[in-house]
């Protein structure tokens, strides 16, 4: 079977709806969406169908089904739940000229409902001729994630200014003047908030007869790329890596989630792990600051979340040196990974009601931090990059008294197949790492809770599941 899609303005055109519960519901919002008059067709209907009537927003026909009912409806939607009336009021809409939609009975309809992208006024639409509803869903949830949330009201201002292209900007160069629009700086300044800002340029392209002549200033956007799997990526996260030009990405940062970036862009492998840069932070500060002023969209890929111990700052200093456009753009820390993984908050009120993020690495030649001092009743302290640190640290939490008791879990490779998770007493911290082979990327969590912590006869033996 083939399908003809289109879009039809349904501006004062009657959709009919038969039935009034929750299926009846879902298509009422689906047609809420348009300026159709909604009707009802049915003797009772649920709350939310029966605020609709009230709100004056849709009508309600109680009477019995006839062909009349459904005569002059641009769409008819039938929605029972029962199927042997669905079929019977379908084949009375349709004996009625009506065209008609089954509610889960593909084989009845005239019309399909495709899942909607609703970025108003532009709108996506998928459908499988209701042969696949998942798949349609999973390809709404991809193009979710490729366009922004306020690309609707961009389209809305650039749709305001097509009178003014057509007068101002000559034929031969108005092609190329709404390509440098949705996909250069005046998209980009509206999807970060600037709407004047992207309304000025907008403006001045059309003033001076088309698009710049050059392209613009480059951006770096220093993105993070969560703990590992891709589908812990923000959605700014993926647009970014799908506009870059030029991605220089860490040696943590998964291979699928570099699948996300557009097939052209260049991938440079900026690789740094605790103890051994083979890109020393200089460099990369250079390369970085180079593409951009060449006028390329740079994305530095960081695992985690930039913020959090991901060196931003020098990377944000660099590029402010220079006047280049720089943005974070945040991701899923480590330490929220892990507690997910866990399956536990990492905070609980009256026992742990507060976090401390902190690393078990500094810069060579400076001193190690005071973890003991931190880690202060009533805290969960998350200690990064801590794996080499441990008998350091294991002595530094003890002498400053948190108890040798308290408990600790270890989170490896959170979200990745290879993640697992290690569970001992603060007494036993450096021992365990060194028993179960604890290696980067890890966290350390170290709990020390309001109430008192029971000194245990001996410490048990370590907890290791593999998990994925």
Not at 5 to 17: K, S
Not at 422 to 436: D, M, N, S, W
């Amino acid at each position: 079977m083939k399908t003809f899609p289109m879009f039809l303005r349904m501006a004062g055109r009657r959709v009919v709806i038969a039935g009034g519960g929750e299926q009846a519901a879902q298509k009422a919002r689906l047609v809420l969406k348009t300026e159709a008059r909604l009707v009802l067709l049915a003797g009772a209907l649920d709350d939310e169908l029966s605020a609709l009537v009230a709100a004056g927003r849709a009508e309600q026909d109680e009477g019995t089904p006839t062909p009349e009912s459904f005569a002059g409806a641009a769409l008819v939607f039938i929605a029972t739940g029962c199927t042997e009336r669905d079929a019977a009021l379908a084949a009375m809409a349709r004996a009625a000229g009506a065209v008609v939609n089954v509610v889960d009975q593909p084989e009845l309809c005239d019309a399909f409902t495709p899942s909607i992208v609703d970025r108003d006024p532009l709108v996506v639409a998928i459908g499988t001729e209701g042969a696949a509803p998942v798949l349609a869903r999973q390809v709404k949830t991809r193009m979710e994630e490729m366009l922004e949330p306020r690309l609707g009201e961009f389209v809305a201002m650039a749709g305001r200014m097509r009178e003014a292209v057509a007068r101002q900007v000559p034929p031969r160069a108005r092609r190329a003047f709404w390509r440098w629009a949705f996909s250069d700086a005046p998209r980009r300044l509206h999807a970060t908030g600037a709407e004047r800002e992207a309304a000025r340029v907008l403006k001045q392209a059309i003033a001076e007869g088309g698009a710049p002549g050059e392209r613009g200033e480059g951006l770096i956007s220093l993105v993070g790329a969560g703990p590992g799997a891709r589908d812990l990526l923000t959605l700014r996260a993926v647009q970014r890596l799908q506009e870059a030009d030029v991605i220089f990405y860490d040696r943590l940062v998964d291979p699928d989630v570099l699948e996300l970036a557009r097939r052209d862009a260049e991938r440079v492998f900026v690789g740094k792990e605790v103890g051994a840069c083979a890109w020393p932070q200089e460099r990369i500060d250079a390369v970085i600051v180079a593409a951009a002023r060449k006028g390329q969209r740079v994305v530095r890929l960081k695992s985690g979340d930039p913020g959090v111990f991901g060196r931003a700052t020098e990377e944000l200093a660099a590029a402010r040196a220079l006047g280049l456009t720089v943005e974070i753009v945040p991701g899923v820390t480590a330490a929220s990974a892990a507690g997910a993984a866990m399956g536990r908050s990492l905070t609980e009120r009256g026992e742990t009601d507060r976090l401390v993020l902190a690393t078990g690495t500094c810069r060579d030649g400076d001193a190690a931090p005071d973890w003991g001092a931190i880690c202060i009743p009533g805290t969960t302290l998350a200690l990064y990059m801590g794996v080499r640190k441990a008998c350091e640290i294991q002595h530094s939490l003890l002498a400053a008294g948190v108890p040798a008791a308290s408990e600790v879990e270890i989170v490896c490779s959170v979200s990745t197949p290879q993640e697992r998770h290690v569970a001992c007493r603060l007494g036993a911290l450096a021992a365990t790492i060194a028993e179960q082979e604890v290696s980067n990327p890890a966290i350390i969590f170290v709990r020390h809770p309001k109430t008192r912590i029971e000194p245990l006869a001996a410490t048990p033996p370590a907890r290791l599941a593999a998990v994925g």
